[in-house]
């Protein structure tokens, strides 16, 4: 596994998602900056969450810059961070 | 009906998610040049997830990667589970890079329970040995529904400069009618890569139309009225069709054998030329 990997772009409609490993047992330590936070934010980072889960993710730091992306989009840009962070990419 | 196919870069969030509300008939999802080598994973996720959850509703094309990449097989398992309507192979040179690549849909469409052949091709030739193979690879498998011509890279292939006048590909282009007419599948025209040049592009959509091609493809989505409308049959082409069914009903309700439309004779390859205005008609009236 790398120390670090990211996906996706600061591109209107787009979200730039940055992943770390983090030890057996600490969770999910999700950030998100959104420019359409006080809407949305709650709806994104249940997206990512459940993004993660799919992918049978515990523990990992997730710091997420969204463009106002939609839900395939940050689906999309979650999973490849995780891929590219397990070299499955 | 493909009138208009309009290119989008695969990694590419906001394009891919305007890309319905654009005009054109078909959309192709592009994996292919418009992605750069480290985000291919990128793209391939991005573009699958695409097609699955934005509810396209018009026909989805998705340009993978050439048979001698690394990349075209993992385009192939990320892309065939969310059935696009055709798969754009490129860099095809021959029928066996056919059979590469249906070969591999129908093992994917095995596993996941589709029927095989549910995915379409849509070859691109873009090489000089694939014009000269262009009937090879139009009737080399069930799934080719139709043939399209990469002008940019034949030229590099060919070693001369491309033009807007178009001379350089003039064989290609007149080599890939001929070959999709015999075959019996559709073929498309490369895109007018002149961005703000609307008059050289619609003299460009007339020429290719002339010789007979079904459509043409675009970089921007500013072309695709003007290709849209150089593909449509007019009013009155559409007028001059009805006329000549009326006609024949009318001759053979009077027992007449032979008759003539406004001076000129209706023989069969008018009645053929009609039958396709006015289908061509209605697919426009239905949409897709």
């Known amino acids: 596994m790398k120390e670090k990997a990211w996906a996706g772009t600061m591109e209107s409609s787009d979200i730039y998602v940055e992943v770390e490993p983090l030890a057996t047992g600490s969770g999910i330590d999700l950030t998100v900056n959104s420019v359409v936070y006080a809407q949305f934010g709650d709806a994104i980072e249940k997206t990512i969450m459940e993004t993660l889960e799919s992918l049978a993710i515990d523990d990992m730091k997730v710091v997420a810059n969204d463009r106002g992306a939609v839900d395939c989009t940050i689906k999309a840009r979650v999973e490849t961070a995780v891929r590219r962070l397990k070299e499955e990419a | ?288």
């Open chain 2, 1 to 288: 009906m493909r009138r208009s196919m309009l290119f989008f870069p695969g990694n590419s969030a906001n394009m891919l998610l305007n890309a319905d509300f654009l005009g054109s008939d078909s959309m192709i999802l592009d994996l292919e040049d418009a992605v750069a080598p480290t985000e291919k994973d990128s793209a391939r996720i991005l573009v699958r997830n695409a097609i699955r959850d934005l509810g396209y509703t018009r026909e989805v094309i998705v340009r993978i990667n050439p048979v001698d990449s690394p990349y075209w097989e993992k385009d192939l398992q990320t892309i065939i589970p969310v059935k696009p309507d055709m798969i754009m192979p490129t860099k095809v040179s021959c029928a066996d890079d056919v059979k590469i690549i249906s070969d591999y849909i129908a093992g994917l469409e095995e596993q996941l329970g589709m029927e095989v052949g549910t995915v379409k091709l849509i070859p691109l030739i873009e090489t000089a040995l694939g014009v000269e193979n262009a009937y090879q690879i139009a009737s080399s498998d069930p799934r080719v529904e139709a043939i399209f011509l990469g002008g940019e890279d034949l030229t590099a292939d060919l070693r001369c400069k491309r033009t807007k006048e178009g001379n350089e590909i003039f064989y290609a282009r007149s080599r890939m009618v001929m070959a999709a007419r015999a075959a019996g599948v559709d073929v498309y025209d490369t895109p007018w890569t002149d961005v703000e040049d609307y008059e050289g592009l619609i003299k460009d959509a007339e020429f290719a139309k002339s010789l007979g091609f079904t459509g043409k493809s675009s970089i921007s989505p500013r072309h695709v009225t003007f290709i849209n409308e150089v593909f449509s049959p007019t009013e009155e082409e559409i007028q001059y069709a009805r006329d000549v069914f009326a006609t024949i009903e009318k001759a053979k309700a009077e027992g007449k054998g032979v008759v003539s439309l406004r001076g000129k004779m209706i023989d069969a390859p008018i009645v053929a030329r009609a039958a396709q205005v006015l289908e061509a008609a209605e697919a426009m009236k239905g949409g897709r």
